[in-house]
């Protein structure tokens, strides 16, 4: 039988052990190592757990792919298409109208223009004699032949280069007034301002700018047009069916 050791009674009122008589060192012994090995398992199992935290670390952040966009490729240069020229020395290509589409518009019947603007063109005329006006027709529709003449033969005849006759008259097959819906037109009062420009001073100009329109008549040659006529306050064009519209306001290809 194991000698029993008496505890000192400090010690027991540390430990606050109880007060008996029947605790023995075996047993106070096998609570000592019973706890330290409770604590050792615990510190062990401690470490491990620090040991696998360590060890376990976050995964490495893959590097992401920077997707950039293809930069455009240039766009080719445009080269600006340009409109064929077709004009001559300014003056724009014209059909000549069949002579039988034609009716007159003066009493001899030497002056004549297509039916729409005929029929206009005397509307006109009986307006402007009922304000005092007397309108002269001086020329309407001319062939072929004709404008030759005017162009070429006078040209000859005032010693005039191409491009300055034609300032004043157009080339062959290049005439509004191909078309019969052209006319020049004076002042019956003052026939000496027949064709110059000095008509501009006339009350049949006047008188022309200001109703020429309500029956679809328009100057050709303003000043300063886009074609580079000389000014010609004389002559007219119609331009009050959808005929004559494309034939002076169609493009030309």
Do not use: C
């Not at 075996?26 to 620090?50: D, H, N, T, Y």
């Not at 304000?131 to 030759?148: H, K, N, P």
């Not at 819906?181 to 019956?188: E, K, L, Q």
């Amino acid at each position: 039988m194991m000698e029993e050791i008496e505890i000192p009674e400090a010690i027991r009122e540390n430990a606050e052990l109880p007060q008996s008589k029947g605790l023995t060192l075996p047993l106070l012994a096998s609570g000592v190592i019973l706890l330290g090995i409770l604590g050792f398992v615990s510190l062990r199992l401690l470490g491990e757990s620090k040991s696998v935290e360590t060890v376990v670390s976050e995964p490495p952040v893959e590097s992401s792919t920077v997707v950039t966009e293809p930069e455009p490729e240039p766009e080719p240069a445009v080269t600006p298409q340009v409109e064929p020229k077709n004009d001559l020395l300014g003056h724009l290509p014209y059909e000549v109208a069949p002579e039988s589409e034609l009716i007159p518009v003066t009493a001899d019947g030497r002056i004549k223009m297509r039916p729409a603007a005929a029929d206009k063109f005397q509307q006109m005329l009986a307006a402007a004699k009922a304000e005092g006006i007397t309108l002269a027709a001086l020329s309407g529709f001319r062939d072929d032949e004709t404008q030759e003449y005017l162009f070429f033969d006078v040209k000859e005849q005032r010693v005039q280069d191409a491009a300055k006759r034609a300032e004043v008259s157009a080339p062959p097959g290049y005439s509004e007034h191909h078309t019969g819906y052209a006319i020049d037109i004076g002042d019956a009062t003052a026939p000496e301002t027949h064709l110059e420009t000095t008509f501009a001073d006339t009350p049949a100009f006047r008188w022309l700018e200001q109703n020429a329109l309500k029956y679809s008549f328009e100057l050709s040659f303003p000043q300063d047009n886009k074609q580079g006529v000389s000014y010609e306050p004389w002559h007219w064009r119609f331009v009050g069916d959808r005929d004559s519209l494309e034939t002076f306001y169609k493009v030309r290809n």
